[in-house]
């Protein structure tokens, strides 16, 4: 059984840090593409970051580049999300998601992902 479980959320002044969490069990790791998407209430799933399975390769939503960055640890089956000048406006629910298609221009849809975390809340407060 695939599970994906987020952690690091929290409430976080503006301007400040988090660094989430994502850890896999029940799946071979190292197979997988990992994202991290985002929804606010009322909103559609938001593409944030994606990182190939072996870390090669970043993709990044433009909200989010330069203060935002996704990295891997396949020896401990975890990817991270570091958030650098977080922004009210970031604040919403984060998850993880796995998927081991390839298709290019793919990478930020959330359809071609398999396997989803419960998501973990970071509030932003100006």
């Known amino acids: 059984q695939v599970q994906l479980a987020e952690s690091g959320g929290g409430l976080v002044q ?16 190292s197979s997988y593409n990992m994202g991290w998407f985002r929804q606010s209430p009322g909103k559609e799933r938001e593409f944030i970051a994606r990182i190939d399975r072996n870390g090669g390769r970043t993709y990044y939503a433009d909200s989010v580049k330069g203060r935002f ?6 020896a ?8 650098n000048s977080l922004k009210p406006e970031d604040t ?3 998850y993880c998601a796995a998927t081991n298609l390839d298709v290019a221009g793919w990478e930020r849809s959330p359809e071609t ?14």
């Open 14 to 29: 503006a301007g400040g840090s988090l660094r989430l969490s994502c850890a896999a069990s029940g799946v071979t790791f």
């Open 69 to 74: 960055t996704i990295s891997r640890d396949n």
């Open 76 to 83: 401990k089956d975890t990817v991270y999300l570091q958030m």
């Open 92 to 94: 919403a629910v984060y």
């Open 113 to 126: 992902y398999d396997y989803w975390g419960q998501g973990t809340q970071v509030t932003v407060s100006s």
